[in-house]
Structures are given as structure tokens and as C-alpha cells.
């Protein structure tokens, strides 16, 4: 793609470079031929004009071909992709208010998807409970538009004081702010199993749960 507006750039630059060249070379023709004596002023107006077509259209081929009007997919290198997520997350109950922490690991392996590990806390106050969560974390979104839209999803399991599975998925925006670096916010939906004790009979159960989250993140 970079190639073939590349070559219709170099086409019509070429093209107006030689109806520019004729139109210059007739000017001094009639410059030359003239017998009329021409001021300083119109001189100098001349040579602006000439030096400004030598000049300008360079300056407007390079940009034109520049790598960040036109990225060469080829380009592009995989790289470590560090995420720090911090949010509240609620089911609008008191049971299950809490605070969530992640710390996750990743591969930048395409311009729009990485692949990576994390690690989170999740701490519930009312009535205190405290997850481990370890998961897989696939993410899609842009790293080289701004803002941009993300999508996750985390898959794992949790363990603390309760042991299950655990599933995330979040979407939000990305802001850039460095090359690299990325400003996180977003909403998402969190479901995590737990052994639910039978005070009675003793025995107990597996559970789940599900809470609604707002996130904000830092990406690096």
C-alpha cells in the first residue's frame, strides 16, 4: 500500500515539477528576450518564486511518505507490554463492595492484540474476603491510535480464602500520553466461584459471583 502512494506521489510531482519547469523556463525566456528594463522588486519576486518550487514540494514529499501518515506493517516489532489496573467493584450490595488490584505481564504481539499474565488482589470489606486471582489476559485495541478503544478478557483461577474460577472482561479507552505509555479507563463485569460454608451442616458448596467494576489502568 505504502508503495503504490508512494509511486502516484513521485507521478504527480513529477508531473507538476515539468509544468512548473516550462512555465519557469518561458518566464525567463521572456525575461531574456524582453528589452523592457525590470525593477529590483519584480527580480527579487522571480527568485522567491523559483527558489519556493525547488523548496516546497520536497517538504511536501517527505511528509506525504513519512512512516506516520503511512505505517509499514512490516515495521512492526513485538515488545513487553506492562499494566497496572487499580478498581471498585460492586454488585450493588453491600456483601460484595470492594477494591480490585492488577498487575499484569504481557507481549505486544501484534499492532492491535497482546497476550499476557497477571496477577490481581481482590479485597472485599463489609464482610472481609480476600481473592488471589492468576490469569491469562488477551487485550485488542490500537497502540498507535489516539484514543483508542480496548477490549479484555481475563481468564484464571482464584485462591485466598476461597478457591474457584475466575473470569473478567472489561472495555474502555486508551489515551496515550508517551509513546508507550497509556492512560486506562473503563467499566467491566467480574465472575469469580467461591466455597460457601453451611454453618449448620458443615458442609459446603460452590458459588458464584458476579460484580460490576470501573477501572482505571496504566499501561507502559
Same mark, same amino acid.
Given at each position: 500500500?505504502?508503495?503504490?502512494?508512494?509511486? &502516484? &506521489?513521485?507521478?504527480? /510531482?513529477?508531473? +507538476? +515539477?515539468?509544468? @512548473?519547469?516550462? %512555465? /519557469? +523556463?518561458?518566464?525567463? %525566456?521572456?525575461?531574456?528576450?524582453?528589452?523592457?528594463?525590470?525593477?529590483?522588486?519584480?527580480?527579487? *519576486?522571480?527568485?522567491?518564486?523559483?527558489? @519556493?518550487?525547488?523548496? =516546497?514540494?520536497?517538504?511536501?514529499?517527505?511528509?506525504?511518505? #513519512?512512516?506516520?501518515? *503511512?505505517?509499514?506493517?512490516?515495521?512492526?516489532?513485538?515488545?513487553?507490554?506492562? =499494566?497496572?489496573?487499580?478498581?471498585? @467493584?460492586?454488585?450493588?450490595?453491600?456483601?460484595?463492595?470492594?477494591?480490585?488490584?492488577?498487575?499484569?505481564?504481557?507481549?505486544?504481539?501484534?499492532?492491535?492484540? #497482546? &497476550?499476557?499474565?497477571?496477577?490481581?488482589?481482590?479485597?472485599?470489606?463489609?464482610?472481609?474476603?480476600? *481473592?488471589?486471582?492468576?490469569?491469562?489476559?488477551?487485550?485488542?485495541?490500537?497502540?498507535?491510535?489516539?484514543? %483508542?478503544?480496548?477490549?479484555?478478557?481475563?481468564?484464571?483461577?482464584?485462591? !485466598?480464602?476461597?478457591? !474457584?474460577?475466575?473470569?473478567?472482561? +472489561?472495555?474502555?479507552?486508551?489515551?496515550? =500520553?508517551?509513546?508507550?505509555? %497509556? =492512560?486506562?479507563?473503563?467499566?467491566?463485569?467480574?465472575?469469580?466461584?467461591?466455597?460457601?460454608?453451611?454453618?449448620?451442616? !458443615? #458442609?459446603?458448596?460452590?458459588? #458464584?459471583?458476579?460484580?460490576?467494576?470501573?477501572?482505571? !489502568?496504566?499501561?507502559?
Amino acid at each position: 500500500m505504502k508503495k503504490l502512494v508512494f509511486s &502516484l &506521489l513521485l507521478a504527480i /510531482i513529477c508531473i +507538476s +515539477s515539468f509544468s @512548473q519547469d516550462q %512555465a /519557469i +523556463s518561458q518566464t525567463v %525566456a521572456m525575461f531574456n528576450s524582453d528589452n523592457v528594463t525590470r525593477s529590483n522588486e519584480e527580480l527579487q *519576486l522571480f527568485a522567491l518564486a523559483e527558489n @519556493q518550487t525547488n523548496t =516546497i514540494i520536497p517538504e511536501v514529499f517527505a511528509y506525504y511518505t #513519512s512512516d506516520e501518515l *503511512l505505517p509499514d506493517s512490516g515495521s512492526f516489532t513485538s515488545h513487553y507490554r506492562g =499494566i497496572i489496573e487499580l478498581g471498585y @467493584q460492586t454488585h450493588f450490595t453491600q456483601e460484595t463492595n470492594g477494591i480490585k488490584f492488577n498487575f499484569i505481564n504481557s507481549v505486544q504481539l501484534a499492532p492491535v492484540f #497482546s &497476550l499476557g499474565f497477571g496477577l490481581g488482589l481482590r479485597t472485599q470489606y463489609i464482610y472481609p474476603r480476600t *481473592l488471589i486471582p492468576i490469569f491469562v489476559d488477551l487485550r485488542l485495541g490500537s497502540t498507535s491510535m489516539n484514543p %483508542a478503544m480496548y477490549l479484555a478478557l481475563d481468564l484464571g483461577l482464584c485462591s !485466598g480464602s476461597t478457591n !474457584g474460577l475466575f473470569m473478567s472482561i +472489561s472495555t474502555g479507552v486508551r489515551h496515550k =500520553i508517551f509513546a508507550r505509555n %497509556a =492512560i486506562l479507563v473503563g467499566v467491566g463485569y467480574e465472575i469469580t466461584q467461591y466455597q460457601k460454608q453451611d454453618h449448620f451442616t !458443615g #458442609s459446603s458448596s460452590l458459588r #458464584s459471583t458476579g460484580v460490576f467494576e470501573l477501572n482505571l !489502568g496504566f499501561d507502559f
